[in-house]
Every structure is written in C-alpha cells, then in structure tokens.
C-alpha cells in the first residue's frame, strides 16, 4: 500500500470519527448531566478487563450502589475506542496508538490508567519457511497490521533502527481475523500483531518471531474513558482502577488460574492462551507524566509520518482529577 493509500485510508477513519463525533454529542451531554446507573466496558479477546469480566467481581462491587456493567467486545483497539466515541461504551482498554488516532481525530477521551510495560506480548511474525531473516529483508514486502493499533507504531521503530523508510514497505492495513487468513495464504510476507494473536500464530502456525517489541517500545495497555462519563461519574471509575488493580494483584500469584480464566473466556487453545500469559505484565497504575510523555513521542512520530491528520498534544487527554 503506498503512502498516498494511507492518507487516503487515514482521512477515512478521521471522517469517520468526526462524524461519530457529531452523532454522539446529544449522547455525551446527557451522561455528563448526571450520573449514570450503568458502566458500559468495552474490552478485547486478552488482558486484565477480560480477567474481570470473568471473575465476576466488579459487578458485585458495584451492585452494592445499584449500578449494574455491560459488556462489549471489539477486535481491536481503534473500533473500541470509536465505540467510546460514539457514546455505546463508556470505558475500556486499547494499547498506546489508537488513542493517539483517536484523539487527533477529535474523540473526547481520557486517560485513566496504564499497565506496566510489556514489550514482548506484540511482535513482527514471518510464516514458517519464509526466507525473511531480518527487519532490512521486509524492504519492498508486504506487511499486514490493525490500522492504529499499538503494532503500527513497532513497525515504525524496528524499521527505523534497521534503517529502512516507512515508505520502502507495503503496508496492509487489515484487522486480526482477515491479517491471519492473508498471512496464512502467503498474500502478505509479514504480520505485526499483539497477544494472543500473536500466541496463536506462533503455537497454531508455527510462525517466526523477526523482532518483538523488547528495545525497541513500551508497549503499555491503557485504561480510557469518555471525558463525559468519567466527569460525571469519578466514583464508579476508581472503583473500576481499583477491581482492575486486586485482579492484576492476583493474577500476578495464580498464573494458571488467570490461563483457566482467559481460556474459557476466549476459547482460544490453553497452550496459547498459557504462552500469552507468561508475556502479560500486571500492575494497573495512574497515568503519570513521563507515561504521557511517552506517548506525546508516538504522536509526533505519527504526525512526522501524516499517519494522523494533525499535531496532538497528548496531555490533553489527561483525568481531570486524581483517582
């Protein structure tokens, strides 16, 4: 895909949200006029908001105050972070990218929390047999990602520290699901993508690890909000950090447990759902400035790129009061 192709896709995704934006705005008023009986979470196929949803724990919390949790599953970061914008969740976790998009696009967001680093849990697969040894070999290949997804932003620093141009590599852009049937039919030479995706290529397909995210990015799973949501309802959000913070407290001491959970969550294989595991990193925390500051180096790489639309100031998106 040329670059041209991106930005083409990008004003796309912008238009898009600008859009929802608009249609969302009666939406958003009326959550930020009172609190709301309901917390609407959007979460993904893996991680700590899926480890809730399983043990069941944040909704006898929150039954106590009469205030009942809905569920929602996305494929990927940016849907779900479109689906805040729109107003149909109200919270939910996306890794470092898609906020940026988000918010360059004009979604009004907020940061809420972060998890520690995890580096190795997204990396950029070859199939098996491929003659591909390096990342200056992906020079004039096909390579398929989630447009926005924290993934986009690997690719970018395993090409730049190999010292190949963006725009020397076809970029696919694909979600999950349709990546896996391209990769797997030999239509794109090379997958960048996170856990447990990344579990099930490898135990599923015997696909090749070219580089994980170790030296090279963060990899932080963030907590987000609507800024609506999250000022009208303060209380319901800590006590989301604060399940969020017990489940990673015991998921961090009862790994087979937390594997049982995921498995039977996610119906994926328990050898790959075990292997996804051992790469999570547990420890919800509050958003602290040099996280955002590492954030605000994504952006502008992006903006450098014309990945986004605009300049963003990452701060922005901050919580307007401390949890």
């Known amino acids: 895909m040329t670059l041209y192709s991106n930005k083409r896709a990008t004003r796309r995704l912008t238009l898009g949200l600008l859009l929802a934006t608009v249609l969302a705005t009666g939406v958003a008023t009326d959550a930020s006029a009172q609190a709301s009986k309901e917390v609407r979470i959007g979460y993904q196929k893996y991680g700590t908001l899926t480890l809730l949803k399983g043990r069941g724990t944040l909704e006898k919390r929150l039954a106590e105050k009469g205030i009942s949790v809905k569920w929602t599953e996305f494929p990927a970061g940016p849907v779900l972070l479109e689906g805040l914008n729109v107003g149909s969740i109200d919270f939910g976790a996306v890794g470092e990218a898609p906020p940026i998009f988000a918010q360059a696009a004009g979604a009004n967001l907020v940061y809420v929390g972060n998890e520690p680093p995890s580096p190795q849990s997204e990396a950029i697969i070859v199939p098996k047999g491929s003659t591909i040894r390096s990342i200056a070999d992906l020079k004039g290949k096909k390579v398929v990602l989630n447009k926005g997804s924290n993934v986009h932003y690997l690719l970018v620093k395993a090409l730049e520290k190999a010292g190949v141009n963006y725009k020397d590599v076809q970029v696919v852009f694909l979600p999950p699901a349709d990546a896996r049937a391209s990769f797997e039919r030999g239509a794109v030479d090379a997958w960048v993508i996170w856990d447990p995706f990344l579990a099930a290529a490898e135990k599923q397909l015997g696909a090749k690890i070219l580089s994980d995210g170790k030296g090279l990015v963060a990899n932080h799973q963030f907590y987000l909000a609507s800024r609506p949501y999250a000022v009208a309802n303060a209380d319901t ?56 500051g590492e954030q605000q180096k994504i952006a502008d790489v992006f903006s450098t790129l014309k990945l986004i639309p605009k300049p963003i100031v990452v701060k922005d998106a901050q919580l307007p009061y401390k949890l």
């Open 237 to 292: 959000v800590r006590i989301v950090i604060e399940e969020l913070a017990k489940v990673d407290d015991w998921g961090r001491q009862n790994q087979k447990d937390v594997a049982a959970i995921l498995t039977a969550q996610t119906g994926l294989e328990p050898s790959v759902v075990e292997l996804a595991a051992s790469r999570y990193a547990y420890g919800v925390k509050p958003v602290t400035p040099e996280v955002i």
